[in-house]
Every structure is written in C-alpha cells, then in structure tokens.
C-alpha cells in the first residue's frame, strides 16, 4: 500500500539524493554513508520517498531493501543512489549537531537550510560533526531515545530578533557584541590558510573557551574577581560544556548589567562612538550638530560630559528627515528598549540615538560626503 501521502512524496533518487550525499561526504559522513551500502532501498519501495508537505521530507524506507552491492559511495558517481538508512543515519548526525527535536534520519526544509552555510562556515559546521561524531563513539551503546532526550535538553538557539526581545536591546547593539564575540575567536593552528574564523548565528554558532571568555570579560569588567568569574561562568554556562556560545554570552552581559558601550555616568567619547561604529569621525560629528539643532532654543548639548537628553518625538521626527526610508515602528521599539537603561526617561542623549540609528541605511550621497580617504 506504501506510506499515507506517497502521492505527495518526490522520487528517493536523482540528483538532490546525489547532493546530498556529496554534502555528508564533505562533512566527514563517509563510514556512515558507505556503512550500509548493501541496504540500498528499492525503486518499487513506495515509502522511500522525498515528501513535499510543506516542509519538504526526505525519508528511507523499511519495507523494501536491494543488494545492489555494486554500487560505490563516491565523490564522482553516486548519481544512481537510493535514499537508504546509511543516508538516513547520517542526516541524524547532522540532527544531532543542530538540536533538533527528533534525531529520526528524515531531512526537513527548515534544517537543511540551516546546513547549508556559506563557505566561510562550512569548517565550523565540519567541526562540529565531527564532534558529535566522538561523542558517539564515546557512547556506542546510546539509543535513539538517549539522541531524543539530548536534543530536548539542548533547545535551538534563540534568533537575534528573540534575544534582542529578551534582553531589552537594539539590534544594532546585538550586533556590536556579535562583533565583539567575533574578534575574539581563534583561527585554526593547524592550517595557516584557514578563513578567518566567524560566527554563523544563530545557524552555525562559534563558541569561546573558558580563558577565551575571562580575557573578553576582563576587557569590559576589569575589576571582575577570578572567583567572581567562575562562579558566573558556572551559572552561564547551562549545559556544562565548558564553552560559550554567543547567547551565552550576551546573557552575560545582560545579567553583569554591563553597557559596553559606556554608562548614564560615562558617556562615549566621539571618536570612541566613531570607532565603535566604524564611521568616519566627520560623520559622527555631523549626526551631532543635527541633533543639536533639534533641540530647544537656548539648550545646549555638551555631550560626553553634560548631555542632554533628546525627547522621543523630536528623535522620531530627527531619525526619519536623516533616513528617508526608516521603519518608525521599528525605531519606536527600539526606543524603548534604550529607555529602560537611560538617564532620563522619555529622553535619549546622543550616544543612544545613534545606537537606535541603522547608520547602513543613511543616504549614500551623506555617507560619500563623509566618506574616509
């Protein structure tokens, strides 16, 4: 009879089966794509199909198996491969290493998104299977409901839109302590051409090691006692892995109620707010006059040492003659998320509407007007 909606299931074989055996390959998958070779699933098998409900199902069949021992696993001819139960087996590992909720073998749309990085991401990626590879060997005797309880217990990564929700901050804020993360990865020893290392969140996320993380801490909370920092460290680090990942650490900075970027008490300087931002000083000074101006007659702004505070109708109405195209909604949200931390609520000073500014999307002829030689 074959699986309730097989009509809607494409063929288990072609060129995307092919693809995808090429992709396990490249991440190290070989032993498990060539461990079953003999089990290859039957074109009459109605079962081992590619599902197009919604989500776009890949799935090996139990009901019918060749022995077409001939077949070879191979970078060059594969084309004629069967979705089998070693393919299956290593889409699980891949499941696995992304935490999904079932590690059952069938690809999903959304996950296979997920898998294929850029380039620049794909040796984290490769890492990491390999990794969940040792992990297993480690424990030969796991069963598939020891895979499932390990991956309930290890939920997806929250997105940038979620974390910036949770935390009450900006994107352009997340984005900077992305950044920041980022720098503070190490570049691979063993292979002096390796690309530089980055961090694919929340798809492929890099992780710092414990000492890794102290010198990042110690950067922006010198005065953090060793012990302070473990006991923290121990508190963050939610699944005992000994290692950070990018969350984690801006839950860090977020439960330290650190600003990174400065305090109500000590404002950045300009030229810190320009470097911060990677903008041209001339620019920064310019966004500056322009909110001067937008302030009442008589008041002066003498940020950093005594600003004042621009209320949030005249940021709105500043924001949207300097950005044309600005999402005011976005940029209202936005607004309150600075104001929980601000010095005077309802108000935001200078540094802080220029964190609420998405300076990418200033008009080109302002940027070339500024732009550094």
Known sequence: EGDVGYELEAKPQGSHIALLVELFLLLGLSGIVSEDEEDCVSPTSPGAGVSSMGTGLIRASTKAKGTAKEKETSPKDHGGRY?????????????????????????????????????VGFNMLRAKVEYELERQMERPDADDDDHVRMNLSNPAKPTKEQLCIRLGMTMSRLDWLHKLFESYLQPDSDDPNAPAPCCLYPECPASLDKEQMRTLVTEVEPNLSRAEFEARFTRIDKDGSGMIEFDEFAMWIHSSEIRIAGNAACKMTFEEIANRYQEPLDLIM???????????????????????????????????????????????????FVDEHSRQRG???????????????????????????
Do not use: M
């Open 286 to 336: 310019y966004l500056h006059t322009c909110f001067q101006d937008e302030l009442p007659d008589g008041v002066e702004d003498c940020y950093p040492e005594e600003p004042e505070g621009l209320p949030k109708a005249d940021a709105v109405r500043l924001a949207q003659s300097l950005i044309p195209n600005l999402d005011t909604k976005e940029f209202k949200e936005n607004f309150e």
């Open 347 to 373: 108000h935001c000073d200078f540094d802080e509407f220029v964190e609420l500014l998405d300076l990418d999307d200033l008009p080109a002829e302002l940027r070339d007007r500024f732009e550094e030689n």
């Open 83 to 119: 979705w089998d139960e070693g393919l299956a087996k290593a889409w699980a590992v891949i499941q696995r290493v992304h935490h999904a909720d079932l590690a059952d073998g069938v690809v999903d749309g959304e996950l296979l998104k997920q898998v294929l990085v850029p380039p």
